[in-house]
């Protein structure tokens, strides 16, 4: 059974920072892609970034040049490294994890959330 444990929200000012992580419970290379994505109060879970197997990276664009997804393999751990927060980047954070066995075939992971509150 996979386990995906978030940890690092909280309360920010605007233009602060915060580092959330998500420890996962086996080896991540085991995962085809990992990635965080949010849930605003009212709205639909998005996607926040996405870091693959080989390293590469996809962010969405409300967040380009200002958060940043890594990977730590030996600690099975994936980073989301957030600064210049908007009042926007409140949310409720989830990591994520997918195994792709085949086109038509994913088993898709879930943490349990972070709370993002950024506030002025």
């Known amino acids: 059974q996979v386990q995906l444990v978030e940890s690092g929200g909280g309360l920010v000012q605007p233009g602060g920072s915060l580092r959330l992580s998500c420890a996962a419970s086996g080896s991540i290379v085991s995962f085809t892609a990992m990635g965080w994505y949010r849930q605003a109060l009212g709205k639909e879970r998005e996607l926040v970034a996405t870091?693959?197997?080989?390293?590469?990276?996809n962010y969405a664009d409300s967040v380009k040049g200002r958060f940043t997804i890594s990977r730590d393999n030996a600690k099975n751990t994936v980073y989301l490294q957030m600064n210049s927060l908007k009042p926007d980047d409140t949310a409720v954070y989830y990591c994520?994890?997918?195994?792709?066995?085949?086109?038509?075939?994913?088993?898709?992971?879930w943490g349990q959330g972070t709370q993002v509150t950024v506030f002025s």
């Open positions: 994520n994890a997918d195994r792709l066995y085949s086109l038509a075939s994913v088993s898709r992971y």
């Open positions: 870091i693959s197997r080989g390293g590469s990276t």
